[in-house]
């Protein structure tokens, strides 16, 4: 199957800090790639959408200047946590899509980014 | 509001026999439906998946079952093996949004 890589894989750092986080597809191009947040035994919840050479989706509720979303290629989408606070400390993680919409199974998850935030 | 829920948390099943995860949502405008496999840090790896238009799908030992009109969809696994232990998660979109929704996951243990 296709590969999704993020890194880093995890990441502590200070309050007030802001932490980057790639997500790439490797074996494919991909025009859509989204991020999500998981909290501990929750759901993912999908915080944003990120389209190659255009601005970024966000859910309701989602800061988008807290939450930089960087798509700047086909193969790589970056996730900006700017002075990230202890709340932010979650499992990131992104998703890249192959190939039209409207087939769903062609959603690759990356391994997720485990942010904790002191 | 959770719009795909996962009621159980977890199961226990022994190995050999059934395991079934039940998944509830209420939009409906959902018309696709996932579910994923879930190891500690890793990502989610899909599993199955049913359209709207069907009622049923079977792949080897895993085969989900939707029930549209109580928007109410199952995954059984049989028969379960130890190696089946994971998350499960469903998730559900609206076609040609590339969006999912995942519900909270319900935790597989599968003993020998």
């Known amino acids: 199957g296709a590969v999704v890589s993020q890194h880093p894989s995890r990441v502590i750092c200070k309050s007030g800090t802001s932490v980057k986080i790639e997500c790439r597809s490797l074996?494919?191009?991909?025009?859509?790639m989204f991020w999500y947040r998981q909290f501990p035994k929750k759901s993912l919840m999908l915080m944003a959408t990120?389209?190659?050479?255009?601005?970024?989706?966000?859910e309701q509720g989602v800061e988008k200047d807290k939450f930089l979303i960087n798509h700047a290629s086909l193969t790589l989408s970056t996730l900006t946590v700017t002075s990230a606070h202890p709340e932010d400390s979650s499992f990131y993680i992104c998703?890249?899509?192959?190939?039209?919409?409207?087939?769903?199974?062609?959603?690759?998850f990356g391994p997720g980014t485990r942010l904790l935030v002191l | 509001d959770q719009q795909v829920k996962q009621n159980s948390p977890s199961l226990s099943v022994q190995e050999g026999r059934i395991s079934i995860l039940n998944c509830d949502y209420t939009?409906?405008?959902?018309?696709?439906f996932l579910w994923y496999k879930k190891y500690p840090a890793e990502g989610p790896t899909f599993l199955i998946s049913?359209?709207?238009?069907?009622d049923k799908n079977e792949d080897g030992r895993f085969t989900v079952f939707l029930n549209k009109s109580a928007k109410h969809l199952s995954l059984h696994i049989v028969p379960s093996q130890p190696g089946d232990s994971a998350v499960y998660f469903c998730?559900?979109?609206?076609?040609?949004?590339?969006?999912?929704?995942f519900g909270q996951g319900t935790t597989l243990q599968v003993k020998p």
């Open positions: 939009n409906s405008m959902f018309d696709y």
């Open positions: 990120s389209n190659e050479g255009s601005k970024a989706t966000y």
């Open positions: 049913i359209s709207s238009i069907k």
């Open positions: 074996d494919f191009q991909a025009t859509t």
């Open positions: 998730a559900a979109s609206a076609v040609n949004t590339g969006k999912l929704i």
């Open positions: 998703s890249a899509h192959r190939g039209s919409h409207s087939n769903q199974e062609t959603q690759y």
